[in-house]
């Protein structure tokens, strides 16, 4: 990945597909989560397992790391790759609030949009450590290059 493929702004509209799917397997999994706990349980539950580790901490705070990381070595811009660090966020309100209709969920302690802003402070801080690596991989072997 060359150091002129970074920009700001998305080049294509297909950028936003990686945010927009991102939130999508978040709610995809827990969704499927909650399928088999209905099934197995007889009541609409989300099996230990599901939550943690899948959901927390790997989908909400370690996946935005290699997700970050695969759009800047893609090409995609800094914008996109912010975007999917939002993501955990966006999904963990959905998330809450569908708990919250659906019953599962009686909404806890702390408010949802707190919780969500949260998530989407770590995905950000995260997708952007992913950005550093690619870049800091690019110094790295330019300068192993050069040598």
């Given amino acids: 990945m060359p150091i002129d493929s ?5 080049r294509d509209q ?5 945010p927009v799917g991102f939130v999508g397997l978040i709610l995809l999994t827990y969704l499927l989560g909650l399928v088999v706990g209905t099934v197995t349980n007889g009541e609409p539950t989300l099996p230990r397992v599901v939550y943690r580790p899948i959901l927390f901490p790997g989908l909400f705070t370690l996946a935005p790391i290699g997700v970050g990381a695969a759009n ?32 599962v969920s009686d909404g806890g302690d702390a408010p949802a949009w707190g919780l969500a802003v949260l ?19 690019w110094a790295i072997q330019q ?4 040598s």
């Fill in 14 to 18: 297909r950028e936003w597909l990686l």
């Fill in 72 to 103: 800047t070595y893609r090409g995609a811009s800094l914008a996109s790759t912010l975007a999917a660090g939002v993501a955990p966020g966006v999904a963990f309100f959905l998330l809450a609030r569908g708990s919250l209709l659906l019953g």
């Fill in 143 to 146: 300068w192993l290059g050069d």
């Fill in 119 to 137: 998530f989407g402070g770590v995905g950000v801080a995260g997708a952007l450590a992913g950005v550093l690596l690619v870049v800091f991989g």
């Fill in 6 to 10: 970074l920009h700001l702004l998305p």
